[in-house]
Nanobody, 115 residues
């Protein structure tokens, strides 16, 4: 069982930056593909970014490509999401996902971008 805890969310002005962290416990993350997803009220959860277990390959939603960057530190059992040039439409609850046959989710952290 993997427990995931996100942090780093908050209120930021448009054009600003935030770094989200996802700390894992219970299992080492080195064998898991990790991802970030986001959700706003009344909408389905949306894929944001993913990084495979080795860190060699990443993928991004078109809406964040060039602005967000996902990274992982397997030694610290932590995954990061660097978010730059934030837009009001990036406002959402951001959740961390660990995947290895099963999916594990954190509780999420709120990101609010003001215009």
């Amino acid at each position: 069982q993997v427990q995931l805890v996100e942090s780093g969310g908050g209120l930021v002005q448009a054009g600003g930056s935030l770094i989200l962290s996802c700390a894992a416990s219970g299992r080492t993350l080195s064998g898991y593909d990790m991802g970030w997803y986001r959700q706003t009220p009344g909408k389905e959860r949306e894929f944001v970014a993913r990084i495979i277990w080795s860190g060699d390959t990443t993928a991004y939603a078109d809406s964040v490509k060039g602005r967000f960057a996902i990274a992982r530190d397997n030694a610290k059992n932590t995954v990061f999401l660097q978010m730059n040039k934030l837009k009001p439409e990036d406002t959402a609850i951001y959740s961390c996902n660990a995947r290895q046959l099963l999916d594990y989710w954190g509780q999420g952290t709120q990101v609010t971008v003001s215009s």
